[in-house]
């Protein structure tokens, strides 16, 4: 089955700590992947995809396809990025499949 | 100014009654798509649909049902036959039909409440 996976429903950090978002994936074939941020009262929205390979608001994913896992990192987090994220996969029929989520909470 | 939109935010409904979400996009995409987010389970396809008169079940569909008679318009049904349909509803739209990736836009969702 393909699925997504994200094993903590909440990531507690402090300000300034480096942040680790894990994703796991289940997919036969080439996989494309997304994570998508929800921030307080505001829409769904795309973070970034890993066939871009680029670093939005601080914030890189690297596809490992031997480990089938997609993590989400930052260096130093920012009380701006709490939020709710989600990890994403394009699924054959144009559907994209969205993991759990997890929590963000970034403390001062 | 271009986007999504989903009406009514909120909504109340009484056992037994179908109610009808509505969701309609200025981007001219192609492609809409109906979730379901519940805490803990993420977000959940129902419906979607590639292009107009055309339209897919996606993995929880069975209580719903969808039209597409307008590229713009995308209408979910939530049925009396759903068994729990307290839960935050979100639009979404894509362009490129036959285009495999791609950002979905998302609607500000709606919270439909069954009492």
Redesign the interface.
């Known amino acids: 089955a393909q699925r997504v996976t994200q094993p903590e429903k909440l990531l507690s950090v402090f300000k300034g700590a480096p942040v680790e978002l894990k994703c796991n994936y289940s997919y036969s074939g080439s996989p494309e992947l997304f994570w998508y941020v929800q921030y307080s009262r505001q829409r769904l929205q795309l973070l970034l995809r890993h066939i871009s390979r680029e670093s939005i608001k601080g914030f890189t994913a690297d596809l490992n396809k031997g480990e089938t896992s997609f993590h989400l990192k930052k260096p130093f987090a920012q009380e701006e990025d709490s939020a709710m994220y989600y990890c994403a996969l394009w699924k054959y029929g144009n559907k994209l499949v969205f993991g759990a989520g997890t929590i963000l909470r970034v403390k001062s | 100014d271009g986007g999504i939109t989903q009406s009514p935010k909120y909504l109340f409904r009484k056992e037994g009654q179908n109610v009808t979400l509505s969701c309609e996009q200025n981007l001219n995409h192609d ?1 809409m ?1 109906w ?1 379901r987010q519940d805490p ?6 129902i419906y ?1 649909s ?1 292009i107009v008169n055309d339209f ?1 079940k ?1 993995d929880i569909a069975e209580g719903y049902s969808v039209s597409r008679e307008k590229k713009e318009s995308f209408p979910l049904t939530v049925t009396s036959a759903q068994k729990n349909p307290t839960a935050f509803y ?1 639009c ?1 739209s ?1 362009e490129g039909q036959g285009i ?2 791609g ?2 836009f ?4 709606s919270r439909l409440t069954v009492l």
Do not use: D, M, V
């Open positions: 492609a798509y979730y803990g389970q993420g977000l959940r396809l979607y590639q897919q996606g979100l979404a894509r495999k990736t950002e979905l998302f609607g500000e969702g």
